[in-house]
């Protein structure tokens, strides 16, 4: 009797190591036999995926600053249809002897002629008693201020002495030199002072010496266009 239970122990214990064998066997084959790409797409899908930049992430364009507009050099005063104007320096000790000053003036915007003193003078056509005469400046008289000060017109050195009554201009003075001859320009306007001055100056900045020949002089001429009266 003993003997028939020890018998049928070992056989359940045999037969529950067998199904076990059994099962795991198949787990292993079941393991195996799945596809490696479905492994490899189950691993991917679990790992966290970098989106590619947008075109917003993307650094800006860099845009080209535009240079400044350059300043361009003022046109040299040998147009055609200038006209000289040649004449006795104001300070004739000061200057070298045997020349003449030089001015070049536009016929269209200007007259040579003389003035009420009966001196040669430019008086402009189109600004109301706007004239350049000769000067060697003078003692300035009372109440009227003055303004000294050198500044630099085309390529002389110009003294200019701004003399005003009330803040308002009344005539300016220009001495200037080209290192031969030495000599004073007198500006003046009854009501478009700047404008004058403006004008003026464009003349003045061609200021240079001449060897002093009767040739050479600037006549007054006999008859001259209409030009703004003279007060």
């Not at 003993?2 to 359940?12: A, E, G, H, Q, S």
Request: with cysteine; charged share 20%; glycine share 6%.
């Amino acid at each position: 009797m003993r003997k028939n239970r020890k018998r049928l122990r070992i056989l359940l214990v045999s037969l529950i190591v067998v199904f076990g064998a059994i099962s795991l066997w198949k787990g292993i084959s079941q393991v195996a036999a799945r596809p490696t790409g479905e492994l490899s797409f189950r691993m991917a899908d679990q790992q966290e995926i970098t989106p590619l930049p947008t075109p917003t992430d993307l650094p800006p364009t860099t845009t080209e600053t535009p240079l400044p507009t350059p300043e361009l050099p003022t046109p040299a005063l040998s147009l055609p249809g200038l006209q000289r104007w040649n004449g006795e320096p104001s300070y004739a000790v000061e200057s070298k002897p045997g020349y003449f000053f030089r001015v070049d003036f536009d016929p269209s915007l200007w007259a040579l002629t003389d003035d009420e003193t009966g001196s040669q003078a430019l008086i402009h056509r189109q600004i109301p008693y706007c004239k350049i005469v000769p000067t060697s400046g003078r003692g300035t008289p009372r109440g009227l201020t003055v303004d000294d000060q050198f500044r630099d017109i085309g390529q002389i050195r110009y003294e200019v002495v701004t003399v005003s009554q009330d803040s308002v201009v009344q005539f300016v003075n220009y001495f200037g030199s080209d290192g031969v001859i030495l000599t004073g320009f007198q500006v003046s306007a009854q009501d478009q002072q700047q404008e004058c001055i403006r004008e003026a100056e464009t003349i003045l900045a061609t200021l240079s010496s001449v060897v002093a020949l009767p040739a050479t002089r600037t006549p007054t001429p006999t008859q001259t266009p209409t030009l703004t009266p003279i007060p």
